[in-house]
């Protein structure tokens, strides 16, 4: 990749003299001759040549927060270079939720999908199956209300509920401040139920094993195409409410297709909570995966 | 819309980053948002300002630059760019490629006085 820009255009090999191309160099408005991932801020004392009041764009490799002072461009004003993530301080919180499971061999699941998608009814049909065969726990986040939680108890799982008041998802603080009571010792298998939320959940880590979305029969095929940015994100996918597939004109086929664009290895199940089609699946994979 | 959570993000790393290099004021912070970071550009620009209002950072300005999906074939090495999602297969050798950017809403650069 061109270390000035990003930009992939002499990798492909379609412009061999593209770092060295007058256009190329005033396109990007400086001209380096080296590579801006020092560790720390010094003085290059070289002439930038360019004018000030332009946006420095620099390739860095990922890693976090490495700054470096890339010169001053004007006495009074200069520039710092990073890579940081915006999320940094929750992908910290979400590390550290993560070690806490480690530690305790408890695998969790962060279980994404649209309102209505039937989250809660395929938690209160796995809580019944798998009583007595793995230790649950679960915590539940809604916007109001702890209905959920209330469907949830009494299934032989510690059920903790997150009202977010009006957040449209689950941070990864949120749920490491409940870590210690929600999934007690002896916990193999903690399910965190996030907001029903396509979109929002999938940019904050919670510090789970894996993240799981639910698509539901009623909402259409071509739902991962169009949330790729949570689909992409999850290794398994499963297909609710599939008992009303002679209603509709679900086809299955396209949908997968939709899915393998965005995530080509997906695990797919297809499920039914309500007519328990494709439950002893879904209960299966759950066993071999805490196994 | 999870902007406002993201600009309040921003803003508070912002805010420690100053502190720690000992800067007065923030002139602009560059952003660099994947077209896979399921940030609306829009919503953030909006929230930016709202979020800076009440702290010693208003003023400041807010710069996004998109960077696109970047997809790598891990056999022959081969990278290519994508306007949207699509893991095709790699057109030199056939391979399943990976995602090398274009996922993340990161922080680039700052100007400062």
């Given amino acids: 990749m061109c270390r000035e820009c990003g930009c992939l255009t002499h990798v492909q090999g379609l412009d061999p003299d593209h770092a060295t191309n007058p256009d190329h160099l005033r396109d990007h408005g400086h001209s380096h001759g080296h590579e801006h991932d020092h560790e720390h801020g010094h003085d290059h004392g070289h002439d930038h040549g360019h004018d000030h009041g332009h946006d420095h764009v620099h390739s860095h490799d990922r890693g976090p927060l490495r700054t470096s002072s890339i010169g001053a461009v004007s006495p009074a004003h200069r520039h710092l270079s990073l890579e940081s993530r915006v999320l940094a301080k929750n992908d910290a919180l979400a590390e550290a939720n993560r070690r806490w499971l480690a530690e305790r061999q408890i695998r969790a699941i962060n279980l994404i999908s649209s309102p209505g998608a039937g989250k809660t009814l395929l938690l209160e049909q796995t809580l019944e199956r798998l009583q007595g065969r793995v230790n649950c726990a679960i915590i539940v986040g809604d916007v109001a209300t702890d209905n959920d939680a209330r469907r949830l108890r009494g299934k032989g799982a510690p059920v903790h509920q997150i009202e977010t008041r009006n957040s449209c998802h689950l941070a990864a603080g949120q749920v490491g401040e409940l870590l210690a009571h929600a999934a007690p010792v002896g916990t193999r298998l903690l399910i965190i139920e996030n907001v029903g939320n396509l979109v929002c959940p999938a940019a904050f880590d919670l510090g789970e094993t894996m993240k799981v979305a639910l698509l539901s029969v009623t909402e259409g095929e071509d739902k991962p195409v169009k949330y790729p940015t949570l689909f992409h994100q999850t290794p398994v996918v499963v297909i609710t409410k599939i008992d009303l597939v002679p209603h509709l004109d679900w086809d299955m086929a396209l949908c997968r297709q939709n899915l393998r664009q965005v995530r080509p290895n997906v695990t797919l199940l297809e499920v039914s909570a309500r007519s328990g089609l494709g439950m002893e699946a879904w209960i299966d994979f759950l066993e071999n995966w805490v196994a | ?113």
Avoid: N, Y
């Fill in chain 2, 1 to 113: 819309m999870h902007e406002l959570s993201l600009a309040t993000a921003l803003v508070e790393q912002l805010q420690e980053i100053m502190a720690r290099e000992g800067v007065q004021e923030l002139v602009s912070v560059t952003v660099a948002m994947g077209v896979l970071s399921g940030v609306e550009r829009e919503a953030l620009e909006f929230c930016f300002p709202l979020v800076v209002e009440a702290t010693p950072l208003k003023g400041a300005i807010l710069k996004i630059v998109e960077t696109p999906l970047c997809f790598r074939c891990p056999r022959c090495q081969r990278e290519w760019q994508a306007e949207k999602v699509d893991f095709a297969p790699c057109g030199g050798c056939g391979s399943a490629p990976e995602i090398i950017d274009g996922r993340d809403l990161v922080i680039r650069s700052l100007e400062v006085t």
